[in-house]
């Protein structure tokens, strides 16, 4: 979940890599510490934790990163961090990815389905999307199998229920009225 905490990091750090004209390597500065938390859990709480001094919090982090991210980047981990806000640090990834698809016009949808979409069908579905609401879209599939038949996505705030699951409900929504 995206809070306002995350998306100013977010912003903030958009910001300078738009006047520095380095959207790509900051970009890929932050795959490389989202892979790093992701790799290594311990990291993130050892980040976080006020049993642990702020200097060694911030060692621990220049030393996993420094001269493999833009230093603007570490430096906004380190004021993350140092402000205690090192638990928002995969949201704000988040939040400036949505600021990156927002600049370059694109939104993404989270599409999910009962069973794996072929790739026809995903172009497909990608171009209605995009005629839909006007600009680029890009598909993050999932499966859920509960979901017992057709599809629900949500994009740009919207969702687009057309799953079986929804009908049912709906269905029986009626019947108790």
Not at 63 to 86: C, D, K, N
Request: a negative charge.
């Amino acid at each position: 979940m995206m809070n306002h905490t995350s998306r100013e990091y977010a912003e903030a750090l958009f910001e300078l890599a738009m006047e520095a004209d380095k959207t790509p390597a900051y970009a890929e500065g932050l795959s490389l510490v989202e892979e790093a938390l992701a790799e290594n859990p311990g990291f993130l709480n050892l980040l976080a934790s006020p049993a642990v001094s702020r200097e060694e919090r911030m060692n621990a982090l220049s030393q996993v990163f420094q001269g493999m991210i833009p230093m603007e980047e570490l430096l906004l981990l380190r004021m993350m961090v140092s402000r205690g806000h090192a638990r928002e640090i995969r949201n704000m990834i988040a939040c400036y990815r949505d600021l990156e698809r927002e600049h370059r016009g694109e939104s993404l949808a989270a599409v999910t389905t009962a069973v794996p979409l072929t790739d026809a069908e995903k172009d497909t579905l990608r171009q209605k999307l995009e005629k839909k609401f006007g600009r680029r879209m890009i598909l993050d599939c999932r499966v859920d199998p509960s979901l017992l038949g057709g599809i629900r996505v949500e994009t740009e705030g919207r969702v687009l229920d057309g799953s079986i699951r929804s009908r049912l409900q709906e269905i029986k929504e009626v019947m108790v009225e």
